[in-house]
């Protein structure tokens, strides 16, 4: 199957779970995971109009951005190690995974040393899955007001991780779980401004997700296909 064959097939399911839940099409947006594709194959994606890229290693993005960067947004979803932090700031402009305090504190003084601001998501584990990274739900208050004052965290929203299971509909209670977090973070008006993403839903489970707010959506060889595609 062709690369435009299965981004027609994607933009369909996201139309059909749109119009059953009421969300607007515009409000969800695609990213396309190429951590395992190639830097042509990655040419390809970017050709094809779908402009947002998600990687989760440096090193595996290094001479895709390096190519390509100026033709696309790139968000960083993998894990994020404190001494890689270097390499990743000021190339991606969101990071889905910010789960710890130490890491915040790498990213604020990076940032700040480069005078840019950095669109983060804080991951959290909803599901309480021991082999997940993420904030378990009950520290993300704290968190939320122990990063106050890093002015160079632009913090936009809230990731997360469902289990791999069979039956997709048994992802719905962790969606769910992360945007009744979002909501009760608005709330309090624990954040500078309220956060607007959710960035949830992979290849096994993106309508469940999008059902329950997602607003980033990351999809890998569904969207993108293999290298030997």
């Known amino acids: ?34 951590k395992y594709v190639s830097v042509a194959k990655t040419a390809e994606v970017l050709d094809a109009g779908l402009l947002h890229l998600g990687e989760n290693r440096w090193q595996n993005a290094e001479d895709k951005w390096n190519q390509l960067h100026e033709r696309g947004v790139w968000h960083f979803i993998g894990h994020l190690q404190t001494n890689k932090v270097k390499d990743v700031i000021g190339k991606f402009e969101y990071i889905h995974s910010l789960d710890r305090l130490s890491l915040a504190k790498e990213i604020q003084k990076k940032a700040s040393s480069m005078d840019i601001r950095v669109k983060v998501l804080v991951q959290v584990n909803i599901s309480g899955e021991e082999s997940k ?18 002015s160079n965290l632009e913090v936009v929203g809230l990731m997360t991780m469902a289990p791999e299971v069979d039956d997709a509909e048994m992802t719905r209670p962790v969606f769910r779980g992360l945007r009744e977090l979002k909501d009760d973070i608005n709330k309090r008006g624990l954040t500078k401004n309220p956060l607007t993403h959710l960035s949830m839903g992979m290849s096994g489970d993106f309508e469940i997700a999008i059902e329950e707010g997602a607003t980033l959506v990351r999809l890998g060889s569904i969207l993108v296909g293999k290298e030997e595609d």
């Open 1 to 34: 199957m062709g690369l435009q064959e299965r981004i027609e097939q994607v933009e369909q399911r996201i139309h059909e779970v749109c119009e059953r839940s009421g969300r607007k099409r515009e409000d969800i947006q695609l990213v396309a995971v190429t």
């Open 133 to 150: 990274y993420g904030l378990p739900p009950e520290q993300v208050n704290s968190f939320f007001e122990s990063i106050a004052s890093f």
